[in-house]
């Protein structure tokens, strides 16, 4: 019912910036909580930010507050992951990902997946 695909990752230095760009496919989009987890090597996949289908509530990992800011334009279908400040920590590959209802932390509660975009900064 939603596909989701990911776009934006690459190579940067701690510090830099960069904007993540999730465009999903489905006319039901805009009834769908959104979300961006990450996973680096040896971990597991982690929650980092989540937006609620109007846009009006938003929620963020400890880790990135502050720096990421995750908005959404449903007359594009898209959903955006703006990372500023970026550390070396950071570097993970991205997913987006979508489910009914209000945003959760937990992987399992979402029903949709796009196929990741890697993120790496170096120091």
């Known amino acids: 019912q939603v596909q989701l695909v990911e776009s934006g990752g690459g190579l940067v230095q701690a510090g830099d910036s960069l904007r993540l760009s999730c465009a999903a496919s489905?006319?039901?989009?805009?009834?769908?909580?959104m979300a961006w987890f990450r996973q680096a090597p040896g971990k597991e996949r982690e929650f980092v930010a989540g937006?609620?289908?109007?846009?009006?509530?938003?929620y963020y990992a400890d880790s990135v507050k502050g720096r990421f800011t995750i908005s959404r334009d449903n007359a594009k279908n898209t959903v955006y992951l703006q990372m500023n400040s970026l550390k070396p920590e950071d570097t993970a590959v991205y997913y987006c990902?979508?489910?009914?209802?209000?945003?959760?932390?937990?992987?399992?509660?979402?029903?949709?997946w796009g196929q990741g975009t890697q993120v790496t900064v170096s120091s």
């Open positions: 937006i609620s289908w109007s846009g009006g509530v938003t």
């Open positions: 990902a979508a489910k009914i209802g209000s945003v959760r932390t937990i992987t399992g509660e979402y029903l949709y």
């Open positions: 489905g006319r039901t989009f805009s009834s769908y909580t």
